[in-house]
């Protein structure tokens, strides 16, 4: 087979990908919806899911539709410059946007079925839950691989690249791949700055809902989390969607195509144009969609079996299958052009061969692994940092609260010593190109690894519909017990977040300083770069400021609305009382009362909730998404030199903000947990639920929620995307110099 | 005047200052001390304070007198390399110790007679306060020009630089300067160990006793602050001298000497040897010298008199008398040379006159005024960010804390944004000289700056003193008002140390760039700087998670001890309960129950708080302190260039965080301050002192003591002393290569 015929299994996997997803949306379409009220609570969080995806959308829009004609116009100034960049930018917003609005309508529709199916069993629920995940997960591999790959094969064959190079004619071929690759940046812009929005918006919205239906139903009104009298608690059954799925979908849709077109930018630069260098991170991404469609069949397990080792089977299996399948792409491309590779120019050539290659792409499959063990570590319970916290909270949430920001503080130095590991052995062995590679190969099973990733939420929120629809308590065990299996998982996807990341925007950062300063070298000691530096520095924090802030502020208008519904609804309020009083007397409700609590549920005004998160997501998402896309332009225009030192700056305290907020945020949660674990008359009585401790503790989790679910999961977003908008706007800086 | 002769000034101002401080302690040691009662706290203060010194420079005696014997022993194995190297590390030791010692017990002799002073009136107590700031002020700058200007003059007498010059050797010369620039980097490196061991051993005594008393007496038995009976009450006291005085104390000598090496340096290096290039930098420091001497005596106020003005007076005149002198200095060293310098080499000349380097000073100067106002913004009762901290804690102590970080990570923007500007107008009128003139710019008037410093500590301590030996409530109140108005100016002060430690860390960078890799450049996106930034960065963090870890420890140790005396000490257990209901019932004591209280007091084992906190604090800064040593060695030794990339990678995090710990801090403690301003009866009832807000006010506040008291004040240093380390080891790696 040649290369050109190969190029198009890439679109190809896509679409196997895209037909599983279209399968399994109509198998669990089949499934059951369980009783009235059940349906009923799907169908008011489908809404308000899909009312915050076409709020977001019409926003983003006329954001997208103004950027891309902006690059269109700006890249017809410069010679040599497409247009198509800009098209390029509006495929790739779309696919994202695309992938998100599947992904989430499929996921809540499986919710409510997950919770139906766990009125029977463990077995089902997790089927139904997987599979929702699963959903979602080829939906961003699947889109991702046909937007890229159709778009590339387009580009390569209007440009007659192979013809070109058949030919001999290597200086035009190397012009042109450059162009291909200025354009395929621009579809990896678009669906960054879409990730960046969801991930930012929906991190907001899932906040304000939580804390604000936290504050006034479980704390001043003395009704349980979840219960279906808080208007707020549909609000924050859509904000799991939209943050942990939708956001979570955005997110790595954006790593999954920055760490490919990282690879194929700094392969084609390194090697000179070797074609090779471009197909084996489009080759290996394509084999690991098929291997994640085919491993989501075997996640399975027996009525009593433990999930968990479903799960690992799937996820793991996938990793582990991709080893001997890159082996024999890489060794492929490698003996098409001899048995060895040279990278690199002048004093500075590195002959590589498909050892070399695999080293470079299995040393980041190694630290990320590794980083996701470290990243449960100082998550879980019964660990040195947890039960520090635990210990720290006897005394009062100010002590919890400096233990956990310690905890936070240190867990950031082994990932980052890993990845600096990581990036030693992948530069020995190949090169930047191999250090793109070691981000590649963390990535190339997104796709069952965001089914894995996406089933938690799912099943979290099926306990959530459980609760609110009054189903016995072993529904709401079994959902607790199939969210708690994936945690292990999940830290490790964490893991696989943060160093490909950071490794993926080391690549593009290579590349940029490669195409805006044309063979200048970026010297740090330069003022105008220690000036970026500074400065880039400084982006994450204030970026994770103004994410925090508008939590707060969206929270406050939630309190403010479920508290006048708890006062205004006169119903409402009469039945608030009677369960308030049946939850102190720890009574169950009698039959009479329940009818009558039953009826007042039914006049809380649960679109407004709805709408305040909506909005205030929508209009608080706009300022951090503009700091993130303006900055480097601004820097950039000024001095490419500035921006080279902007993107590191903001790489090297992005990460750690991101490792930091994220632990924390973990470890306070688990901390929390544990406490409610202990018993009672443990130690000096200052232990288990309801105790000074219990406070404590509590104060620490909520603390953590922006740090985990908002500002720390944006902020790998905001490093990429201004790598790939430095690196979309390069040509035009060099142009201009 | 030759410029020979004009080098002797150094050590001549250096003793002026020291003659001033010896006169003015004699003064102070004739002031009233008061009471029995309050010399004998005075006593307990004073002996405590002197036992953490003790005990400190027992560990860093032998710490020191090892790594001097290391870096002679290690620099004679090299071509041209002197042992004089660890001799110089000895005496800037030494000198920064010998200023912690005298400025120490100087300033615990005046607390206690500013309280004595305070009983008669405003004006004598501000007085005593600041000339007890101004003895430890001229103490650090005295002896800093002292040792390093007669190591400098004893250098260039011994290799004869300025026969060199005159017989036209210039090769000579050049390599002369070069080696008596790597001795007084030792000095520096010297001053900078003791100021890390320093900051972060008072910081965590400070808080460790500070945390313990407030916990354990105030929130457990009921009874006032600063209260007599609690026995952590002393260690609290000796604490604010510890770390704010002594600790402060050491920080400032570091970061004068550091500036004053850096312009050295990047001056001798970009000029090709121009002796004028040195001499600026240290003139400019004698005259500081001699102007804050000056103006010490300007600084006084009549009875009814604002002492806010007296203070601005002070140490705002001092710093607009330098801009006269200093142009005068600079304009008679560049017309030594003919009118104009050419800095830089190659097609980066750069031809200087006296107004391009006035500009380059000036802006540090205008920067750090800027960064102290904003600082003052963000840390102020009344203005916005507080503010929203105070509208937050209505919710409870989650939401505070998340605006106070919230407030905290933005208020890094700013400073950073003018740092950039700093750094561009020093850059463009004077290259990277220019940037080393711009730190020295702030720090010229150190002396007077670090007087109101100390005054601030020294006026608080007195209040202490007042509250606990029972002196009436308007002593009290004096000593309140002369702390509170040192603020503006410590703000202001605040601003100055983060932006010179940028700055001067920036000068020492170049020149570490300069002395390691010798015309070789440091490229950003070389693997092994990208590794060595990433581990930079990441070292902050690891570092502040060190320091409150030791500070939540050691107060744990302290709340044990408290509690062990009040539940094992029969009278003080008696005590406690008519303290505790007397206060409940808000009457005063009747003379029976005063009386027993007093003898009660005798009986707390005052001196074992005191033990704990002094072993506690010692024991834990030495891993934060061996860290910031040991980590640019290990780096630097594997390449000199990944140790370029480790101290930009700590610089930029470092900055950030310092900014943000200290600010967040400040936040809440003013906004704390001012919820206990309001009237109980404002708005829905839950504001004021005894509130559920003021409660949620009083967590963020203890949340912020360790950040703005350890963690955020030690990373300045960490930050210097890491580039320091560099600059020294520079030859060696050099040599290795």
Known sequence: MDMQTLFYLVPASGLVALAYAAVTTGWIGKQDAGNDRMKKIGEQIFRGAMAFLAAEYKVLTVFVLLVAGLLSYMYTTIPGGSWMVGVAFLAGALCSGLAGYFGMRVATRANVRTAAAARTGLAPALTVAFRGGAVMGMCVVGLALLGFGVLFNLLIGDMDLFGLLGSGKMMEAQIGLNQVISIMAGFSMGASSIALFARVGGGIYTKAADVGADLVGKVEAGIPEDHFLNPATIADNVGDNVGDVAGMGADLFESYIGSILGAMILGAVASQGWMGAVAIPLLIAAAGVVISVLMTYVVRTKEGGNPQVALDIGAFGAAALMLPISYFIIDFAVNEAGGTIALGVGSNVLNVGTVDLMVAMVSGLVAGVAIGIITGYYCSKGKRPVNSIVDQSKTGPATNIIAGIGIGFESTALPIVLIAIAIFAADAYAGLYGVALAALGMLSTTGIQLAVDAYGPISDNAGGIAEMSGLPPQVRERTDNLDAVGNTTAAIGKGFAIASAALAALSLFAAYRGLALQGQDLILTEPKVLIGLLLGGMLPFLFSAMAMRAVGDAAMDMITEVRRQFRDIPVLREALTIVAKAEEEER??????????????????????????????????????????????????????????????????????????????????????????????????????????????????????????????????????MTIVAVVIAPLLAAGN
Chains 1, 2 share one sequence.
């Open 588 to 721: 169950a409700l009698t039959a009479e009362e329940d009818a009558q609590v039953i009826a007042a549920g039914e006049k809380t005004e649960v679109e407004r909730c709805v709408a305040i998160s909506t909005q205030a997501s929508i209009r608080r998402m706009i300022q951090p998404g503009l700091l993130a896309m303006i900055c480097p332009v601004v820097v950039g225009f000024w001095s490419a030199e500035a921006l080279g030192g902007l993107l590191a700056g903001t790489l090297v305290s992005g990460v750690m903000l991101a490792i930091f907020m994220s632990n924390a945020g973990g470890a306070w949660d688990n901390a929390k947990k544990q406490v409610e674990d202990q018993k009672k008359d443990l130690g000096e009585g200052n232990s288990g639920k309801g105790s000074e401790r219990h406070k404590a503790a509590v104060i620490g989790d909520t603390v953590g929620d922006p740090f985990k679910d908002t500002a720390g999961p944006s902020l790998n977003i905001l490093i990429k995307l």
